[in-house]
């Protein structure tokens, strides 16, 4: 059974960092893209960034370029957001997602697996 469950998330300040992880288990990810979506209240769902299979090339949306790290670990299969400069709008619930394609996709109707998402509130 392929799970996908993330931690990290909780409140934080504007300005400050954060750093989610997703731990995904059930088969082996290498070969697989996974990625960060957020979904705020009202709002579809907004693809952050990702991370390639196979050669592991990052990609990110523009919104959190030059602030955000994304890594992965293909040991584990899991994957790491870290989030700098964070604003109040990029309050959200997060998910992690995987799909059987190397390439990331920016849609999340796209991925395979996903996570329940994780909450994060970014107070101002």
């Known amino acids: 059974q392929v799970q996908l469950v993330e931690s990290g998330g909780g409140l934080v300040q504007a300005g400050d960092s954060l750093r989610l992880s997703c731990a995904a288990s059930g088969r082996t990810f290498t070969a697989y893209a996974m990625a960060w979506f957020r979904q705020a209240p009202g709002k579809d769902s907004e693809f952050v960034a990702g991370?390639?299979?196979?050669?592991?090339?990052?990609v990110y949306a523009d919104s959190v370029t030059g602030r955000s790290t994304i890594s992965r670990d293909s040991a584990k299969d899991t994957i790491v957001l870290e989030m700098n400069s964070l604003k109040p709008e990029e309050t959200a619930v997060y998910h992690c997602?995987?799909?059987?394609?190397?390439?990331?996709?920016?849609?999340?109707?796209?991925?395979?697996?996903w996570g329940r998402g994780i909450q994060v509130t970014v107070s101002s």
């Open positions: 997602a995987a799909r059987s394609d190397a390439y990331v996709a920016n849609r999340l109707a796209e991925y395979d697996y």
């Open positions: 991370v390639t299979g196979g050669d592991f090339r990052a």
